[in-house]
């Protein structure tokens, strides 16, 4: 079991074998936890070290950058006390310093600009960027009111960013972290159990003894106690259940790896729920102690046989006996993982819910070993007048799909689209750390919407394909040189961590608490911004929650006990659950009320067509989305994507390990780029595979521009989610080109 571990931990926190080939790689992660603390114990002694936490996912784990005299960083280095990381830091963590040393860095504010009728952007200064922003906004405000400005953010500068937009009165914001990933898994968990999965998950997978991952493909999926986690359970000898068409690195690592034919869970969800019930072998106490709609549910699935489900998923009915067998022994430290970037087919708020009704069956939801009760501490809000009630935002905008419960990022820049039936029109646009053309879908609805608007600024650190919409580009500064909001996250006690810098802004960049700040006072909303500095804010915060920056700076992350009460269920008195009922709803009277079905149901999706193959894609040990492709460090580990080609088609085609091609999808969109062919029986004959964030079209970036293909400008079809809003991103089918279809063409 040892050396299982070691292996996987190799693996996951390595990237696939690989990696350890690099110099640089060694150097950046160690060879071994044995260099991995020489390395420590040396940098610890030798440099300066300041708190901050993670921005290269948002998993947040908490660090200390370590810098040198000069102020150069060295290296960031996870923080021991930090449930997020236990102390070590995945690939990209560490690789973060890469995001500060890129040299393709946006350097200083630029307007767009024509010149010759061509048209281009000139550098200009913060006074000249912030006036043109603040006059434009306020002009749109006057002439269709403040909702008119919409904000699409992710990540740390979204929070400042929506602190301006609430301030002059605008709630029409989203984030491609609901509708494009968590939607559909927080609706159907919230109807199921009352409340949000969130992040990070609350799964006790340290304790667990049955994992089971539904295309959840943790150990590529690099959130990092998660893998930490899963690499202990497995130690002390847990079963993992991957169901996954794909062989994952979990699958790698499973007991049971069920190769299910893609967008056919259901099914198998339905056909484990009808075995558990039919062999009695569910948690009976826990369902009749806190459940409801039993009955409702034992009807509805007592057709759904294994029998029934391997016509459909392909899965033996043998397997998925002994699967369901074996979670029920585990019951009830089992866990089916909720996933996380869950828009897939377009019913996945119901996938969810049988995911949900599964856990319920087995008694996982509060219970060691399943789902933990979660906690966080609240940070008190810095005194600032109230907002203003906007009359129309996201929530309007979004009505049409019920249960949403975040704004919908692709019904919000659909209102940018003139029309005559356009109750929320949409003017301006400012896009605040996320990368809006890779990560979300239907790359012609979001150019037609881009066209349409008035105005549109984007606010990044690197030159990126969203940058090149904008009108205004401001250059943000990494998160390793700049304070931000105190994270606060749920676990199984709450913590608190602080960012502070460790350098100064290079170039001529800023936070963007600062550019919120800046705009807010040209707009005449400055009361909202009561400080000169962000530290004063953070000051008063930790002062309030009976600690300081002073405390806080010497130990980066601070634990508070429990306030909600135990981590699992007491199961001595009664448990009211969040929901309507009060208890777990396995049948849902909501869903029905609306319309829905209210117990999950399998549908048929679209299959490829002859010589089309589903495009499947997931992540890389080594990168976050499209935002480190072109990061040195990272870069230098995996430059491009590449595409899985089962042998089967491999030989129908004729395509070898190495060879470039091109795709094309069912709506006849060719990729801009090619990709290197990978022949492996890791992936079925039906699919192929590539890893997300690849094929830059922005030439400023001189690592990533051109490598590999973007999969999502192949995304055109998509399957929205009709109870929350999400946009399945998996019904898409290419067929493989050998010849460069560009070939006459300049990119
Ligand atoms: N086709 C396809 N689409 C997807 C996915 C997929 O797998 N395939 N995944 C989906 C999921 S799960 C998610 S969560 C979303 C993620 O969507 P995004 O968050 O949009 O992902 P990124 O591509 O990393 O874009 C982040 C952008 O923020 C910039 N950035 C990084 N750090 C900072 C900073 O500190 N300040 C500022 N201002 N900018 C910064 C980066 O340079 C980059 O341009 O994408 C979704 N879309
Ligand atoms: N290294 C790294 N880690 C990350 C991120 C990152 O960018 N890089 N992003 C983070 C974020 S925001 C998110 S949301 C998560 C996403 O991570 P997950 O939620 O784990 O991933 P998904 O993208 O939903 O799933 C990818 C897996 O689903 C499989 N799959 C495809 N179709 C099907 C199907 O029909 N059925 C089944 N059962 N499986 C299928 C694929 O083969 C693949 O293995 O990752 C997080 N972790
Ligand atoms: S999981 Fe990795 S990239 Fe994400 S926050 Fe933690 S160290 Fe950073
Ligand atoms: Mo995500």
Not at 68 to 79: C, V, Y
Not at 317 to 341: L, N
């Amino acid at each position: 079991m040892t050396t299982s571990r070691r292996k996987f931990i190799k693996i996951s926190a390595l990237g696939l074998g690989g990696v350890a080939a690099s110099t640089t790689a060694l150097n950046m992660f160690g060879a071994s936890s044995y260099i991995d603390e020489l390395v420590k114990e040396n940098v610890a002694k030798n440099f300066k070290r300041t708190a901050t936490y993670c921005e290269v996912c948002f998993w947040k784990c908490a660090a200390w950058t370590y810098t040198d005299e000069e102020g150069s960083i060295k290296k960031i280095i996870g923080n021991e006390n930090d449930p997020h990381c236990y102390g070590r830091l995945c690939p990209r963590g560490t690789g973060g310093v890469g995001m500060y040393n890129d040299e393709d860095r946006l350097k200083t504010p630029l307007i767009r600009t024509t010149v010759n009728g061509e048209e281009t952007f000139r550098e200009a200064t913060w006074e000249e960027a912030l006036d043109l922003i603040a006059s434009k906004f306020n002009g749109i405000k006057e002439e269709f009111g403040a909702e008119s400005l919409a904000l699409i953010k992710h990540g740390a500068p979204g929070k400042h960013l929506e602190h301006l937009f609430q301030s002059f009165g605008s709630d029409t914001i989203a984030e491609p972290a609901y509708a494009q990933c968590r939607g559909p898994r927080e609706t159907g968990f919230s109807l199921t159990f009352g409340s949000w999965v969130g992040s990070p998950e609350p799964t006790d997978i340290r304790d667990t003894k049955c994992l089971v991952l539904i295309g959840s493909h943790i150990g590529e999926n690099m959130h990092n106690s998660q893998v930490q986690e899963m690499s202990d359970a497995i130690d002390n000898g847990a079963t993992i259940i991957t169901v996954d068409p794909r062989f994952s690195t979990a699958a790698s690592k499973s007991k049971y790896w069920l190769a299910i034919k893609p967008a056919t869970d259901i099914a198998l969800m339905l056909a484990w729920m009808n075995v558990l019930i039919n062999e009695n072998i569910y948690d009976k106490e826990y369902i009749e102690k806190y459940a409801t709609g039993f009955n409702e549910l034992k009807e509805h699935v007592s057709t759904f046989t294994p029998e029934w489900a391997y016509g459909i998923t392909g899965i033996k009915p043998d397997e998925i006996r002994k699967t369901a067998r074996e979670m029920a022994s585990a019951s009830p430290s089992v866990i089916i993982h909720p996933g996380r970037h869950v828009v897939w087919y377009g019913d996945d708020s119901q996938r969810a819910r049988a995911m949900a009704i599964l856990n319920a069956l087995l008694g996982s939801w509060g219970r060691r070993g399943g789902f933990y009760f979660k906690e966080s501490i609240k940070v008190p809000e810095f005194p600032a007048p109230e907002y203003p009630h906007p009359k129309w935002g996201w929530k309007e905008i979004g009505a049409k799909y019920p249960l949403a419960q975040m704004g919908i990022t692709t019904e919000v820049i659909k209102c940018a689209i003139p029309s005559e039936d356009n109750k929320y029109p949409v003017k301006a646009l400012m896009v605040a750390g996320t990368n809006i053309t890779k990560s979300i879908p239907n790359k012609k609805l979001l150019e037609e919407a881009i066209d349409a608007l008035d105005f549109m600024v984007v606010i990044d650190t690197m030159p990126m394909d969203v940058t090149g919409y904008a009108d205004v580009v401001l250059p943000e500064c990494t998160y390793l040189e700049r304070y931000d909001e105190i994270r606060s996250a749920t676990n199984r006690e709450p913590s608190i961590a602080v960012r502070i810098p460790a350098v100064a802004p290079k170039y001529d960049s800023k936070p963007s608490w600062w550019i919120a700040k800046e705009i807010g006072e040209r707009m005449g909303v400055g009361a909202y911004f009561n400080y000169t500095d962000y530290k004063e804010v953070i000051e008063w915060q930790l002062q309030q929650m009976g600690t300081s920056l002073e405390e806080m700076e010497k130990i980066g992350v601070k634990h508070f006990p429990r306030k909600s009460g135990p981590m699992y269920l007491n199961e001595t008195g009664p448990h009211e659950f969040p929901t309507n009922s009060g208890k777990i709803e396995l049948y849902s009277h909501e869903l029905k009320n609306l319309g829905f079905d209210p117990l999950p149901k399998y549908t048929r999706h679209p299959e490829p067509q002859q010589g089309f193959y589903r495009l499947n894609y997931g992540r890389a040990p080594m990168h976050t989305f499209s935002r480190t492709a072109n990061n040195p460090n990272l870069n230098d580990l995996k430059s491009e994507n590449n595409l899985w080609v089962n042998p089967k088609v491999a030989r129908i085609l004729g395509l070898k390990t190495g060879q470039e091609v091109w795709l094309k999808n069912q709506d006849d969109i060719i990729s801009t780029f090619s990709i290197k062919v990978r022949v492996t029986e890791r992936v079925r004959w039906d699919s192929v595979y590539m890893v997300h964030g690849f094929g830059h079209q922005e030439k400023k970036l001189s690592r990533a521009f051109g490598k590999g293909i973007n999969d999502t400008e192949l995304i055109t079809t998509v399957a929205v989610d009709p109870i929350m809003g999400g946009t399945g991103m998996r019904g898409n089918f290419v067929t493989i080109l050998t010849e460069n279809p560009h070939k006459n063409t300049e990119i």
